[in-house]
């Protein structure tokens, strides 16, 4: 089947335009609101949020920290202030239980300018893409973290364009904007999800945190797939959606288990035969074969599903 020039417009014409991009909105509503959190501290003057990403204070009480950073920094030879090891115990915590890369999709801004990257090549009807190692992140981890021990310098952060991204948009110019740049314009001539999927290290530590984390993306009704390739149109990490999808006969189960999967929800907005859903790691599916049901198939209806999580 043709690969359609707009994933998800089946979607659309089934479920209604604000179904087919419920998840898509709110993740945009999440990012655009955290940016605001910060914004309003030094443009308006009310410090509900102090700090970045990196480290931060919600009302002087609620500190968060990342993980990454804090780690660099111990690495570095700084000791860590307690507000900053109590603000990466939370941020652990959540994302042991959401899904480390739930950062990469919920939280960081570089992501809108790589989702509009996307959106660019598919205008631009461009289908080449450079295949790099997406095994390349996790090398640059291994530098992030080898710089600060040789330096005693968080070498990272200098270079870091989420952090410069921040300062950016929070200073308005800057070096940072012509990051951005080079990352949008690699991400559409060069390499499809490129930054994301393939080079950035902070999305290969977040895949390692939520490795075993509990909220999911699950394919319950995978006998409906029309093989439409919606899923796999959107998917930053196509990889991923293949064995939950289409690993029925090999006895794989329906849960998307892969750390690299970001839980964006889009694979669930595309999908006019509402194929995915979030769920649980330990999800199984000993409920009625919906599709089966659906076509009126009482002895296939009867069959279910098992999780191999």
């Given at each position: 089947?043709?690969?359609?020039?707009?994933?998800?417009?089946?979607?659309?014409?089934?479920?209604?335009?604000?179904?087919?991009?419920?998840?898509?909105m709110l993740r945009r509503s999440s990012q655009l609101g955290i940016l605001a959190l910060f914004?309003?501290?030094?443009?308006?003057?009310?410090?509900?949020?102090?700090?970045?990403?990196?480290?931060?204070?919600?009302?002087?009480?609620?500190?968060?920290?990342?993980?990454?950073?804090?780690?660099?920094?111990?690495?570095?030879?700084?000791?860590?202030?307690?507000?900053?090891?109590?603000?990466?115990?939370?941020?652990?915590?959540?994302?042991?239980?959401?899904?480390?890369?739930?950062?990469?999709?919920?939280?960081?801004?570089?992501?809108?300018?790589?989702?509009?990257?996307?959106?660019?090549?598919?205008?631009?009807?461009?289908?080449?893409?450079?295949?790099?190692?997406?095994?390349?992140?996790?090398?640059?981890?291994?530098?992030?973290?080898?710089?600060?021990?040789?330096?005693?310098?968080?070498?990272?952060?200098?270079?870091?364009?989420?952090?410069?991204?921040?300062?950016?948009?929070?200073?308005?110019?800057?070096?940072?904007?012509?990051?951005?740049?080079?990352?949008?314009?690699?991400?559409?001539?060069?390499?499809?999800?490129?930054?994301?999927?393939?080079?950035?290290?902070?999305?290969?530590?977040?895949?390692?945190?939520?490795?075993?984390?509990?909220?999911?993306?699950?394919?319950?009704?995978?006998?409906?797939?029309?093989?439409?390739?919606?899923?796999?149109?959107?998917?930053?990490?196509?990889?991923?959606?293949?064995?939950?999808?289409?690993?029925?006969?090999?006895?794989?189960?329906?849960?998307?288990?892969?750390?690299?999967?970001?839980?964006?929800?889009?694979?669930?907005?595309?999908?006019?035969?509402?194929?995915?859903?979030?769920?649980?790691?330990?999800?199984?599916?000993?409920?009625?074969?919906?599709?089966?049901?659906?076509?009126?198939?009482?002895?296939?209806?009867?069959?279910?599903?098992?999780?191999?999580?």
């Open positions: 089947m043709a690969m359609k020039t707009r994933p998800g417009a089946e979607a659309i014409q089934t479920k209604g335009w604000i179904k087919a991009n419920k998840w898509l914004l309003l501290g030094p443009l308006a003057g009310i410090w509900i949020v102090k700090g970045n990403l990196a480290f931060s204070k919600t009302l002087e009480i609620l500190p968060l920290a990342d993980p990454h950073v804090l780690l660099q920094a111990v690495l570095a030879g700084v000791e860590p202030h307690a507000d900053a090891l109590i603000g990466v115990a939370i941020v652990l915590l959540f994302y042991l239980v959401v899904g480390g890369r739930v950062f990469c999709s919920w939280v960081c801004p570089v992501n809108l300018v790589t989702d509009a990257a996307c959106c660019t090549r598919r205008m631009l009807g461009i289908r080449s893409s450079s295949q790099i190692s997406r095994s390349s992140r996790y090398w640059l981890l291994g530098v992030t973290l080898l710089l600060p021990l040789i330096t005693g310098v968080i070498v990272w952060e200098l270079f870091n364009p989420v952090s410069m991204a921040f300062r950016g948009i929070v200073f308005g110019l800057g070096l940072a904007w012509t990051v951005l740049l080079g990352i949008f314009l690699f991400d559409v001539f060069v390499s499809k999800d490129g930054w994301c999927g393939r080079l950035c290290p902070v999305g290969a530590f977040y895949s390692l945190l939520g490795h075993r984390s509990l909220i999911r993306v699950v394919a319950e009704d995978r006998a409906k797939c029309d093989d439409c390739m919606d899923c796999f149109e959107v998917c930053p990490e196509q990889h991923v959606i293949r064995p939950a999808l289409k690993g029925a006969e090999e006895g794989i189960g329906p849960v998307i288990l892969s750390a690299n999967c970001t839980n964006c929800g889009r694979c669930i907005d595309v999908c006019a035969e509402e194929v995915f859903h979030f769920g649980s790691r330990f999800f199984t599916a000993n409920k009625t074969n919906r599709a089966a049901a659906a076509n009126g198939n009482k002895e296939d209806a009867g069959k279910t599903f098992v999780d191999a999580a």
